[in-house]
Nanobody, 118 residues
Framework: QVQLVESGGGSVQAGHSLKLSCEAS????????LGWHRQVPGKEREFVAV????????FYADSVQGRFIISRDNVTNTVYLQMNNLKVEDTAVYYC???????????WGEGTQVTVTS
């Protein structure tokens, strides 16, 4: 099991930026991936972005493509989510996850609240 520690949530006005981080305790899976989902009350958790550790490939949801950038620090097993030009609809609890690329997440962080006001 991977322990995930998130940080960086907060409240900003629309058009501004926030950066989330997530540090993993280990990389036990062969095709290890770290990424983010988000969830608003009453809706299912949805995929946001993921970083494939072996290939360096990144994937994004259509709703954040071009605005969010996922990156990593290979030494500290940390993944970052730079969120630019934030919109009110980006308001959600953001959850870091770890797993194997292409499979459902294995481990989840506790979540960090992101609130975007108009």
């Amino acid at each position: 099991q991977v322990q995930l520690v998130e940080s960086g949530g907060g409240s900003v006005q629309a058009g501004h930026s926030l950066k989330l981080s997530c540090e993993a305790s280990a990389r036990p899976y062969r095709a290890f991936a770290l990424g983010w989902h988000r969830q608003v009350p009453g809706k299912e958790r949805e995929f946001v972005a993921v970083f494939s550790w072996n290939s360096g490939t990144t994937f994004y949801a259509d709703s954040v493509q071009g605005r969010f950038i996922i990156s990593r620090d290979n030494v500290t097993n940390t993944v970052y989510l730079q969120m630019n030009n934030l919109k009110v609809e980006d308001t959600a609890v953001y959850y870091c996850y770890a797993g194997t690329l292409g499979s459902p997440p294995e481990d989840w962080g506790e979540g960090t609240q992101v609130t975007v006001t108009s």
